[in-house]
């Protein structure tokens, strides 16, 4: 194998494992998105898996659940999109375009 082809696949190696080591830390990264002044907040990772859902006792309406729905909804919406941000935001980072691979 010539030379320049070593230092393709050494560079190619080096990027898979820097696309790997990104995306344990976006699966490790957490976003706040929050609905109603912070009545509902969903926590999203950086991979756009959301991990956690707060909800304040004032948001419950038993007459209204279905504006809770609606709060819960924003709240998720809001963070996944953080997520993406985030996620895009680190690919652009290392150079590389965004939502390469499926990735978020």
Not at 4 to 28: I, P, T
Not at 46 to 62: K, N, Q, W, Y
Request: hydrophobic share 45%.
């Amino acid at each position: 194998m010539n030379r320049q082809m070593k230092q393709m696949m050494a560079q190619a190696q080096r990027m898979q494992q820097e696309m790997l080591r990104m995306q344990d830390d976006l699966a490790e990264a957490r976003v706040e998105g929050t609905a109603a002044d912070g009545m509902v907040t969903a926590t999203v990772s950086g991979a756009g898996e959301l991990v956690g859902l707060s909800i304040s006792p004032g948001a419950v309406d038993p007459d209204d659940v279905e504006m809770l729905e609606d709060m819960i909804l924003v709240a998720v919406r809001n963070a996944v999109e953080k997520s993406r941000e985030m996620s895009q935001e680190r690919m652009r980072d290392m150079g590389l375009p965004g939502m390469l691979g499926g990735m978020q």
